[in-house]
């Protein structure tokens, strides 16, 4: 079992709807988890992170973290084309300096 | 700021050669974390360092890859008799430090190696 697991996708959302991405991570030790976006050819690139249960929103990208169920999400609202991308999620199991274990990510797509 | 840069963008060489690849990590950051992506795959952990001491290497996949920093800076990670299967991209992060809200990992745009 991977420590972190993604639905490879692809995932195909219309624009101006909401693109949800999931993640489950198996170590009930992970305490952060981050979300990436990489599109073809370049560097991930950080979008968010959450450590505390619950939501967190910044603009148009909303995480959600339930440790309970080991479930860390990513929601997409008014979804743009250039929000097509591969979208890793990763985790950490300290408030600290560590390596990140990646999910092997979702492909996102969306259709103008 | 200037944010984290690799070179080269892109290596080729032959097998049974050893590379050299470099990470200039941001300013000020403190941490620095090699992985790698061999295409379709997940990022791969290699190595980690804080300062110059590298608490984790637990990544690095044979005694063939090994890697440094120095002055809390300028990273090199050096592939020795190099096989195909080493082929990826190589990409370098850094982060800021402890605590909340310092580490995250800011990634360069990797160093993409093809060994013929």
């Known amino acids: 079992q991977k420590e972190v697991e993604q639905n490879s996708g692809p995932l195909s959302v219309p624009e101006g709807a909401i693109a949800s991405l999931n993640c489950t991570y198996s170590?009930?030790?992970?305490?952060?988890f981050f979300w990436y976006r990489q599109y073809s050819g370049k560097s991930p690139e950080l979008i968010m992170f959450i450590y505390s249960n619950g939501d967190k929103e910044d603009g148009r990208f909303t995480a959600q973290l339930n440790k309970a169920s080991q479930y860390v999400s990513l929601l997409i609202r008014d979804s743009q084309p250039s929000d097509s991308a591969t979208y890793l999620c990763?985790?950490?199991?300290?408030?600290?300096?560590?390596?990140?274990?990646f999910g092997t990510g979702t492909r996102l797509t969306i259709i103008p | 700021g200037a944010g984290v840069s690799q070179s080269p963008s892109n290596k080729v060489t032959e097998k049974g050669k050893d590379v050299e690849l470099r990470c200039d990590p941001i300013?000020?950051?403190?941490?620095l974390y090699w992985y790698r992506q061999s295409l379709g795959q997940g990022l791969e952990f290699l190595i980690y360092?804080?300062?110059?001491?590298?608490?984790?290497k637990s990544g690095l996949p044979s005694d063939r890859f090994s890697a440094e920093r120095t002055g809390g800076s300028v990273s090199t990670l050096t592939i020795q008799r190099t096989q195909q299967e080493d082929s990826a991209v190589y990409l370098c992060a850094s982060s800021q430090g402890q605590g909340i809200g310092m580490y995250e990992q800011y990634f360069g745009p990797g160093t993409r190696l093809t060994v013929t």
């Open positions: 360092f804080q300062g110059n001491s590298a608490p984790d």
């Open positions: 300013s000020g950051h403190t941490a």
């Open positions: 990763a985790a950490t199991t300290h408030f600290g300096n560590e390596k990140l274990t």
């Open positions: 170590d009930r030790g992970s305490q952060s």
